[in-house]
């Protein structure tokens, strides 16, 4: 103690104590306590200030009613007004513990914590000076002056040092709007931040309120002096009847008022809403009417980015960007008419009184209204998009700008501006108009330029254009202005076009026509036009403009306008030739039945042959079935009476499974003159046989087997000609009722199941197959009766008689075959093989034998023989072996682009041999004597199914060389290609077994294709043995002599902007292909050539046998094909047969043709043969007014289709 006005001792309890009073003054080091009044125990280190209590150091002060000091532990407690303060900071409680020593102070009762930027209320506050930092306990409160925010906790800790503060237990923090007194709510398990940067940090559990706003997430940050919120991590937004979600949600606040949420990404907003929905009544099920149903649904808005507009804490605008998509439902008076879902890269929603207002869709908007199914507007799923779209929910409207498309039904709407009124289910249409270009004003005169026409499709049929158009989708009728459509190949036009239902459209002031310019060459006008879609045109009245010049006017007509197959009429062609004379060929009648079947009924009147009906049905279901049956049937001809004259065609190919098939062709004629009489198609006219056959293939995966089943016929159509010496026999019909081939495919005899460890014996492979059939053989005798006086120069035919004999045979065969190809001496191929075939008959002939081992004869000197009908067998075999190489050799020539060329050289030596099964160990031949006593054996077999057994043993001797010539060529520094340039091939034979001439010719063959297109081939034989003048000798020459030299060349050359149709000229071959068995009585049709410059082939065929050098015969022909285009729109081909050793022409004809834009100018001409004549046509090219021509043949004209 330094000072005391008064100083008294006093013993209380045993203790003495002492006072002093008046102006105390302690000093403890550099620490001063003064009070008006002390009680201490010096002993005790214990000491109580009470009045004006004031301790003071250097850095700090404390003031309070009383303190009670602890010398030993060097504490100050002080009670009631205590106030301590330090440089920094002061300190206010009604109670305080002071550690001097460690400079820690205990604030209980109305703590407080004051600084110049924040206060601290609590409970209880600990204050530590060293760290300084402070605890506060309790009801605590940090209050930060400058922002104006309060953080609430039970616990708290102010880090004074870092200015970070971290609140715990029941925390939040507050902020109240000092213009409105409205207050922001942060709360949290967590809440930390900093006083300093004023930024704050709440985590788990965090909840933000604000009016009628509510945000969750688990971590939030807030910064007061930016007014930024940021939620991370699972947030969310709620405010009005708007929930906001994303990955991030920043919530922009602008004077305490929240004025915008922005979510940066994965954004996506909904709202509730309340419906009504009309549904039929549960309780009573048989009745028509509609009850209410409330309903709650939510619509939806989403984007990777978006952003909500807050004013007067009312939602004002929601902008979602970035591939943003919306789902809306629409209501009139709260009763739902359906979804709307809408896409874009801008959606911007507009509110007022916190509801939807108006939608914008920005950026490839594209939009989808699926109505209730129980509305009362539409009841179909509308498809829309644009470059812009506009809804106004209150006016109920919809407009799209900029490249609009709307989908409805069948329906589809294309234009530069599409508006909608929902409430009258109204659709306008319109085109917008811009500033031309300088470039499309001096070309077209125009200075505005209009885009985006409107234009309405419906499906199956084509597009209507127009300058405006309306549409209404409920009743589904419009009406467009200066209208333009096309139906199949015909375009018309209207000043105004209506459409009355989904096929009816009715047009005034129209135009028809078929030319696609703007101002056609040709058109029909008429008043008024009905277009009946997929079925016809009807219009009244017509009139025909050609170059704007009208050239006659019809009451009314009616124009076909159905798109594919559909049934009608089919107008007949007039023409004549110096066969049929005049002729109507084609008329008839079309039936479509379906899409998989249709049929044609066609009449011909020909006038030296009488009348002619033809009928085509045609079916076909992809990938399972397709065919035709067509036939032909004349009553009677002018020229003759034979009657009923026909022929029956059927086609059918059918698949029964991925691995069976079905295929049939049946050809059947009344006579064999039918086609050579009726027919002006030069293939059906050189027609010799009529082949027909029913077949079914069936075949197993994974096994290489195959079964196939045939029933087949051939009948001869020139049986019965009679030609020839007398008596004559010729094979008319071949049946075969039926024949079989089953089929084992090739397979390894011992398989290993190590494929890296193969064997020799391991490339010993089997196949087998069994065939067999049973023919039906009708041969035609022609027996005639003749006279011959040996004066008159003719022989006189007196009588003929025409009969057939019937022969039906059958046979079965077994097959079985091996082979073993090795690789021997690394270079060599090696294959040795046998053969094994085994035959069955039940019908065989058996020679006749007297007593004495003679054979008998008939009158004819031929041995008799007597058919059994019992079972034999034939069993035969064959073995042979092959070698092979190949030796390759290079050279490198210099000659420009020839890098290289390789030469392959493939030798091959075969040995085959057969035995004798004329031997009486296989028994196959019958043992007896001729005439002459001389031995003779006969085949059982000979003249049976299955024909003559091999009678004597051959040992041949095969041998070839096949050499191949390739070459490089460079073609840059890194690029080559390779060439075939020719190829070269030797074969032949000698047969170890025969008694003469053992070698067989020599054949060789030289082939090039290396020229582009150009082929050039020869072939050539050569015989080893000397002619003499009675035949062939048995002389052996060392050089052979040639005796068949063919060489075939041909060259086809072409402009390079040509294109020519390589079916254009065809060869005549003896059957018919599917496609023109409907055209086998029409004359061909050198159809149109296409493209520009021109093209020809040239063709040269030179054949020399000189089997008999005496007397060798020769071939030459020379055959080409010209197709030139001397301009773009003229085109010219020209086809013809020489005969150069003949110097005759066989064949040739001219086609000509000039391309009018939409007219053509045709002219077919054959000067010469069965169907010669010719054909000039004009006439419009469209097939449906194929009848507005001028034609001409044999003189005769026609003018639109007369």
């Known amino acids: ?299 939806r808005l989403n984007g990777n980015t978006l952003r909500m507009y807050i004013e007067g804490n009312q939602v004002k605008r929601i902008v979602a960007g970035g591939m943003a998509s919306s789902d809306y439902f629409m209501t009139e008076d709260s009763i739902l008419q359906g979804l709307n879902k809408v896409s874009g890269d801008t959606i911007i929603i507009g509110f007022l009184d916190n509801e939807i207002r108006t939608i914008l869709v920005m950026g490839g908007a594209i939009g989808e209204f699926q109505p209730d199914k129980y509305s009362q507007g539409t009841d179909t799923t509308i498809n829309y998009s644009s470059g812009t779209i506009f809804y106004d929910i209150p006016g109920k409207t919809t407009l799209l700008k900029n490249r609009s498309t709307l989908k409805y039904q069948d329906v589809t709407l294309n234009a530069a501006e599409i508006s909608v009124d929902w409430t009258t289910s109204i659709l306008t249409a319109k085109s917008h108009s811009s500033i031309a270009p300088d470039s499309i004003r001096e070309l077209t005169g125009d200075s505005l330029l209009t885009i985006g026409l409107p234009e309405l499709i419906q499906k199956g049929s084509n597009p209507v254009t127009g300058t405006e158009m309306e549409y209404d989708l409920i009743t589904k009728r419009g009406k467009i202005k200066s209208g333009k459509t096309k139906f199949e190949d015909g375009y018309y036009t209207g000043e105004t076009i209506l459409r009355l239902g989904p096929d009816l459209m009715a047009v005034s002031d129209g135009f028809y026509t078929t030319c696609d310019l703007d101002h056609p060459h040709f058109f029909f006008k008429s008043k008024q036009m009905k277009l009946m879609i997929n079925n016809k045109v009807i219009a009244r009245p017509i009139v025909l403009y050609i170059s704007d010049v009208p050239l006659f006017a019809l009451p009314f007509g009616i124009f076909p306008n159905k798109g594919g197959r559909h049934s009608g009429l089919l107008l007949p062609s007039y023409g004549e030739t110096s066969r049929d004379g005049r002729y109507l060929r084609g008329g008839g009648l079309y039936w479509a039945g379906s899409k998989y079947h249709d049929a044609t009924l066609i009449v011909d009147f020909l006038d030296k042959r009488g009348l002619l009906f033809r009928g085509t049905s045609k079916y076909k279901k992809r990938y399972s079935l397709d065919g035709n049956l067509s036939g032909s049937l004349t009553p009677r001809s002018f020229d003759d009476n034979n009657s009923r004259r026909w022929d029956l065609n059927w086609n059918h190919r059918q698949t029964v499974s991925p691995t069976m098939n079905f295929n049939g062709r049946i050809r059947l004629v009344s006579d064999e003159r039918f086609y050579n009489d009726l027919s002006s198609n030069r293939n059906s006219r050189l027609k010799q046989q009529l082949l027909s056959n029913l077949t079914i293939a069936k075949k197993w995966d994974g096994s290489g087997n195959a079964l196939s089943l045939n029933l087949s016929r051939t009948e001869n159509l020139q049986s019965k000609n009679i030609s020839g010496n007398f008596p004559n026999s010729n094979l008319r019909v071949s049946e075969v009722l039926p024949s079989f081939n089953f089929r084992v495919g090739r397979k390894q005899l011992f398989k290993s199941s190590n494929t890296n460890d193969q064997r020799w014996f391991n490339s010993i492979y089997y196949s087998y197959s069994n065939n067999g059939n049973r023919k039906r053989l009708i041969t035609t005798i022609i027996d005639t009766t003749i006279i011959d006086d040996g004066v008159l120069l003719d022989t006189t035919i007196i009588d003929t008689i025409i009969t057939e004999e019937v022969d039906i045979n059958q046979q079965l065969t077994h097959s079985i075959n091996l082979n073993s190809p090795q690789k021997v001496f690394k270079y060599f191929s090696l294959n040795p093989n046998i053969s094994y075939n085994e035959k069955w008959i039940d019908e065989w002939n058996e020679p006749q034998i007297d007593e004495n081992g003679l054979y008998l004869y008939d009158n004819n000197g031929e041995v008799l023989k007597v058919q059994r009908k019992s079972f034999k067998t034939r069993r035969t075999f064959s073995t042979g072996i092959n070698i092979s190489t190949k030796l390759y050799g290079n050279f490198t020539p210099d000659a420009g682009q020839l890098s290289s060329v390789r030469h392959v050289m493939t030798p091959s030596i075969g040995l085959r041999f057969t035995p004798d099964f004329s031997s009486d160990t296989y028994g196959y031949f019958a043992n007896g004597l001729d005439s002459l006593g001389n031995d003779l054996k006969l085949d059982y077999f000979t003249g049976s199914a299955i024909g003559a057994t091999p009678s004597r043993s051959t040992k041949i001797l095969t041998y070839s060389v096949r050499n191949t010539f390739q070459a490089k060529l460079n073609e840059g520094e890194e690029n080559e290609s390779k060439l075939e340039l020719f190829s070269l091939n030797f074969n032949g034979s000698y047969n170890y077994n025969a008694e003469v001439r053992p070698m067989s010719p020599l054949s060789a063959s030289l082939r090039t294709r290396f020229i582009p297109g150009s082929t050039f081939d020869i072939s050539t034989k050569y015989n080893f043995y000397k002619w003499r003048d009675d035949g062939i000798s048995e002389e052996f020459i060392a050089k052979p002599r040639l005796t068949n030299f063919s060489i075939r060349t041909s060259f086809s050359l072409r402009g390079e902007s040509t294109v020519i149709r390589d079916d254009q000229f065809t060869d005549a071959t003896d059957e018919y292909s599917t496609e023109d068995i409907d055209n086998r009585f029409d004359y061909v049709d050198l159809s149109a050539l296409s493209g520009e410059e021109w093209s020809s082939k040239i063709s040269l065929s030179y054949t020399l046998n000189k089997s008999d050098p005496d007397n060798p015969s020769k071939s030459f022909w020379f055959r080409g094909d010209l197709k030139f285009n001397p301009t773009k729109d003229w085109a010219v081909g020209y086809n013809y047969n020489l005969d150069l050793i003949k110097k005759t022409i066989t064949n040739h004809s001219v086609n000509i043709r000039r391309d009018l834009h939409c007219w053509q100018f045709s002219l077919n001409w054959t000067p010469s043969g069965p169907g010669a004549g010719y054909f000039l046509l004009i006439n419009v090219k469209s097939f449906n007014l194929k009848d507005l021509k001028i034609e001409e043949r044999g003189g005769r004209s026609s003018l639109f289709g007369r």
């Open 1 to 299: 103690m330094i000072h005391a006005d008064e100083l008294t001792t006093i013993r209380i309890k045993g203790k003495q104590y002492r006072k002093a009073s008046g102006d105390v003054l302690f000093r403890r080091g550099d620490t001063e306590m003064r009070s008006d009044f002390v009680e201490f125990l010096p002993n005790l280190n214990w000491a109580k200030f009470m009045g004006d209590v004031v301790i003071t150091d250097p850095n700090r002060k404390l003031t309070s009613s009383m303190v009670i000091y602890r010398t030993k532990e060097d504490l100050a407690i002080a009670y009631g007004n205590v106030v301590l303060t330090n440089l920094e900071n002061k300190m206010y409680a009604d109670s305080l513990y002071f550690y001097r020593k460690d400079k820690i102070s205990i604030g209980m009762g109305n703590a407080k914590l004051f600084s110049k930027d924040y206060e601290i209320y609590s409970d209880l506050i600990r204050y530590d000076e060293l760290n300084n930092s402070a605890k506060a306990t309790g009801n605590s409160i940090l209050l930060d002056i400058q922002e104006k925010t309060e953080l609430h906790a039970n616990i708290m800790d102010y880090f004074i040092g870092m200015d970070s503060v971290v609140a715990i237990s029941e925390p939040f923090l507050t902020k109240v709007d000092s213009a409105t007194g409205d207050t922001l709510f942060i709360r949290a398990e967590t809440i930390s931040g900093n006083t300093a940067s004023a930024i704050y940090y709440a985590r788990d559990s965090v909840k933000i309120d604000y009016l009628n706003l509510h945000a969750e997430s688990r971590v939030a940050e807030y910064s007061p002096s930016a007014g930024i919120i940021t939620l991370l991590e699972d947030p969310f937004v709620i405010q009005g009847e708007e929930k906001l979600t994303g990955d991030i949600i920043l919530m922009l606040l602008e004077d305490q008022r929240t004025t915008q949420i922005y979510v940066p990404s994965n954004a996506k907003t909904e709202s509730r809403q309340t419906v009504y929905v009309k549904r039929p009544s549960i309780a009573d099920t048989t009745s028509d009417v509609l009850v209410s149903e409330r309903k709650n649904v939510i619509n």
